[in-house]
């Protein structure tokens, strides 16, 4: 009897009702398949069809194991005779083993793969890994926390505002790991076991790669699952923000305000409830009279025109009786269609509708895209139930509970197909949250509403780092936070000019935020009531001393503009982070993979933003093998050695590597 058999390039096991496929995918990479009582799915949520070069493949078939190596990677298929399964284990071309299933335990029958059936027929899956107590795990998506690497955490594979799961991880010892399953569940990194579990699913599939480098897992990565487009050049420098521009005239007076004052600008967005009604995707025709005016104004400046856009539909919108008619609107399971309850009663578009996402599309290109706006802001992108109980609700796609971790990417490729089919080229998207493969639809992810405070501000360098290594290269944050902070509070102050600084050294730079105090507009010419704003939140809305701290980082980002195009070309071409971890420049240098909150901005500028209220001083790390110039002083250092550094208010401590822009040194305060 032939356990194992060879499929094609693959190799392929049969036992106990269970289907194990193990195929080239990419160089040096495995895409391994299983699935109970049934033939395996080929399904594409984010997985490119992407084969190795031909004779790169060999398999070995035995009575009691099987192998198939692909480049430099190794899978060993071995048979228990017992139990009558399978366990496998994944090898570097030197031999040395990566990742292997977990044993069974014996007795206590642990399988590695555990189909637990759920009525209707599918299963709740559990796959367990060894554990390896010296591994370091990095990546995941932008998830809140201060610290890099997740060995010894459980992780939740869940949208959340402020969260954003996207399941590959890079290890230290030498592998990338992508679960390329959208359904909701969680990983646990123990020291024992490495844990990954669906709620609900049809199949086991997972993808593997093995590299030297961190660089190279990336790239093998980003092969499979598609690359970022080439940033346009709005992209580049500074985006102006706030909640929110409740009319024309109060946009295009703060535009022409920059313009005045010769600060650099590219791009300042109208936020949400521009509208009459969440779902109605245009502009409120009594506050926005003349929205082509208004655009051609900020063309005319050079400035591109940002339009918030909600998957939230009213059921008092213009458009939810023909979208729920047609079956565009995600389903409850059970009782009330109301899936979210602010400002009013509404439900969420469907994004994983195809037909759903060309309704809402049509929609915008008509009342925004055709007035010359291309650019979106895809907020509440989870998307942002009233309740997170993902079992609640049905996609077209399938069961919440199954595949509701692929809405995000869903909600950026039905706008990017659209703008796209209208012969844009570079497209970007600012989008609250992703999934993989999310980057190949133009989605610059921001890490949501997070607090203006310095818990947070700490967070999101890590998220950062982490959510470029998951191979989402554009991201950024609301400088300054997004909720609360008044512009008159000197502590908020020091905060937001620490947190400019730093966005300054971001994929893209953005202030935004809700201020305070809330100002309440004037009602509707029927005397209804409209959402509030907030504060003032202009780089000139913090007093001249803050104003003077932040308008040399403006204009140094405009010094950088040659330098930033060059990481999103790299971004492009490769998957190269933009924003990058230490170890991923010197992964040579123990130390390196240590650091949490310092990075790369690119490959040449090390930067170590100051993270703690009142300090004026920051201890930093130059890695062995470079030299180091403190960009504010123009002082060198020799690298592998901490040093301490003076960091003012006004200056953050930055390094360039072995002087590669020396006509830099000194030019944010000159």
Same mark, same amino acid.
């Given at each position: ?485 008044? @512009? *008159? #509070? /000197?502590?908020?102050? =020091? +905060?937001?000019?620490?947190? $400019?600084?730093? &966005? ?82 010197? @992964? *040579? #240098? /123990?130390?390196?993979? =240590? +650091?949490?909150?310092?990075? $790369?901005?690119? &490959? ?67």
């Amino acid at each position: 009897m032939e356990r194992f058999t060879r499929c094609g390039d693959a190799l392929c096991w049969r036992g106990n009702g269970e289907l194990l496929k193990i195929e080239p995918w990419g160089e040096h990479s495995f895409r391994v398949r299983s699935r109970m009582m049934g033939d395996l799915l080929d399904w594409d949520y984010a997985l490119l069809p992407e084969k190795p070069a031909a004779g790169a493949v060999s398999i070995d078939i035995s009575e009691q194991e099987a192998s198939i190596q692909n480049g430099s990677l190794r899978a060993v298929v071995d048979y228990d005779p017992w139990f009558q399964n399978v366990r496998v284990h994944f090898y570097d071309e030197t031999g040395k083993l990566l990742l292997e299933e977990a044993h069974h335990g014996g007795g206590i029958k642990r399988f590695a793969r555990r189909w637990k059936p759920i009525l209707g027929g599918d299963y709740e899956l559990t796959v367990t890994f060894n554990g390896n107590e010296n591994e370091k795990i990095f990546g995941m998506g932008q998830y809140q926390q201060d610290y890099l690497d997740f060995k010894h955490s459980i992780v939740e594979l869940k949208q959340h505002n402020t969260q954003a799961s996207v399941p590959f991880y890079l290890s230290n010892q030498g592998y990338g790991f992508f679960w390329h399953n959208p359904a909701v569940g969680r990983v646990t990194f123990a020291k024992n076991f490495t844990e990954w579990k669906a709620e609900s699913t049809k199949q086991m599939d997972y993808w593997i790669t093995a590299g030297h480098t961190p660089a190279q897992i990336e790239e093998s990565y980003a092969k499979v699952v598609g690359t970022a487009p080439m940033m346009p050049e709005y992209g580049l420098g500074f985006w102006q923000c706030k909640l929110r521009y409740w009319n024309q005239e109060q946009l295009l007076e703060v535009a022409r305000e920059y313009k005045r004052r010769g600060l650099p600008i590219d791009v300042i967005v109208c936020d949400f409830f521009h509208w009459p009604k969440m779902g109605d995707f245009r502009f409120e025709p009594e506050f926005f009279p003349d929205p082509k005016a208004m655009v051609d104004e900020l063309h005319e400046m050079g400035i591109e025109l940002m339009v918030s856009i909600w998957p939230q539909i009213s059921l008092q919108s213009e458009n939810y009786d023909e979208m729920q008619e047609q079956g565009l609107l995600v389903r409850t399971e059970r009782g009330s269609q109301v899936t979210m309850q602010w400002p009013e009663d509404s439900t969420f578009y469907d994004a994983t509708n195809p037909r759903a996402r060309q309704y809402v599309w049509e929609k915008c290109k008509q009342n925004y895209y055709d007035y010359g706006i291309k650019v979106f802001w895809l907020d509440e992108a989870e998307p942002e139930y009233g309740v997170y109980d993902f079992d609640a609700y049905r996609y077209f796609a399938g069961p919440s509970s199954q595949v509701s971790n692929l809405y995000p990417q869903n909600y950026s490729r039905g706008f990017y197909e659209g703008m796209e089919a209208e012969g844009q080229k570079n497209i970007v998207n600012l989008v609250r949250c992703a999934w993989a493969g999310s980057q190949r639809y133009g989605a610059l992810v921001w890490s949501g509403d997070i607090q203006s405070d310095w818990t947070d501000f700490r967070r999101q360098v890590c998220a950062g780092q982490n959510i470029g290594l998951a191979g989402i290269p554009w991201w950024t944050t609301d400088i300054g936070g997004f909720s609360n902070g008044h @512009p *008159e #509070d /000197e502590g908020f102050r =020091e +905060l937001l000019v620490r947190w $400019f600084e730093w &966005g300054t050294f971001c994929p893209v730079m953005r202030l935004h935020g809700d201020r305070e105090p809330h100002v309440v507009p004037a009602k509707r010419a029927d005397g209804s009531s409209i959402l509030f704003t907030g504060g003032d939140n202009e780089v000139w809305s913090y007093g001249d001393a803050v104003y003077d701290a932040l308008t040399p980082y403006l204009h140094f980002r405009e010094t950088m503009r040659d330098y930033t195009r060059s990481l999103m070309a790299e971004a492009h071409e490769k998957g190269t982070p933009v924003m990058r971890t230490m170890f991923y420049e010197f @992964p *040579e #240098d /123990e130390t390196c993979w =240590e +650091l949490t909150d310092q990075y $790369f901005y690119g &490959g040449d500028l090390l930067v170590a933003p100051v993270l703690e209220a009142g300090a004026t001083t920051r201890r930093v790390y130059l890695p062995k093998g470079a030299s180091w110039t403190l960009l504010s002083t123009g002082k060198e250092y020799e690298g592998g050695q901490w040093v301490e550094v003076d960091a003012p208010l006004s200056v953050i401590p930055v390094f360039l590597r072995d002087k590669r822009h020396a006509e830099w040194i000194g030019s944010i305060h000159a």
